[in-house]
């Protein structure tokens, strides 16, 4: 299993280009979640999803939009991307039927830089 | 509002040494906390989970202590390692559920050889 991916690793955008964040999970988790690291603020949950189709605001929404069409990928998109969304992105996911709910897993991150 | 602290100073221990890393939090009535560790560059790495009327839990060389009447949890890795120097965050059971949690910002830990 690859477990949770994410494309791409790294990621320069100009102020007010877009861009889309892929995550890919091959554990048949139902939930999925989007997070932002930055220095000394820790991880704070952007959108997260419970399933396919659904989702739903996490603590820092604004400016960003997701989608889950499929149940294994959970899509990040920047429509207008502003200096502050500077950061680390990190998917994960948790629950597979018949497993524990409340282990997250992650995966290695996107690193976007806005100029 | 709701917090959680754990100690942003790195913490420095000897090679053989206990560490011990504290994960303080208000105005939360969690029903489960978990620990994870952090690699430079990395995703996180889920660790242990202790639940609300669990009051220790181990795993090999990590133990995990829960006090909700202080709202603190204790991280301890026994005979450490330089390969156990990473950060490690604890994260809370968030209330809105879905299993959603917040994350601590975590605390550093360097083993010196």
């Known amino acids: 299993n690859a477990g949770v991916t994410q494309t791409p690793k790294f990621r320069v955008l100009k102020t007010g280009q877009s861009m889309t964040l892929l995550c890919a999970q091959d554990?048949?988790?139902?939930?999925m979640y989007w997070y932002r690291q930055d220095p000394g603020m820790g991880l704070r949950l952007i959108h997260y999803?419970?399933?396919?189709?659904?989702?739903a605001k996490g603590e820092v929404p604004d400016g960003y939009n997701v989608s889950r069409l499929k149940k294994q990928n959970f899509l990040l998109g920047l429509e207008s991307a502003a200096p502050s969304q500077t950061s680390v992105y990190f998917c994960?996911?948790?629950?597979?039927?018949?497993?524990?709910?409340?282990?997250?897993?992650f995966g290695p991150g996107t690193r976007l830089l806005v100029l | 509002s709701q917090k959680i602290e754990q100690n942003s100073e790195a913490l420095n221990i000897q090679e053989g040494k206990t560490a011990t890393l504290t994960c303080n939090y208000t105005?939360?009535?969690?029903?489960?906390l978990q620990w994870y560790r952090q690699d430079p560059g990395r995703g996180p790495v889920f660790l242990l989970l202790i639940r609300e009327n669990e009051k220790e839990k181990r795993k090999e060389r990590l133990k995990v202590t829960f006090d909700t009447t202080l709202k603190q949890s204790l991280f301890h890795i026994t005979a450490s390692q330089p390969a156990d120097s990473a950060t490690y965050l604890c994260?809370?059971?968030?209330?809105?559920?879905?299993?959603?949690?917040?994350f601590g910002t975590g605390t550093k830990l360097q083993v010196i050889p």
């Open positions: 994260a809370l059971d968030h209330s809105g559920g879905y299993q959603k949690v917040t």
């Open positions: 554990m048949n988790h139902e939930y």
């Open positions: 999803s419970v399933g396919e189709g659904t989702t």
């Open positions: 105005n939360y009535s969690p029903a489960y």
């Open positions: 994960a996911s948790s629950w597979a039927s018949g497993g524990i709910k409340e282990t997250q897993y």
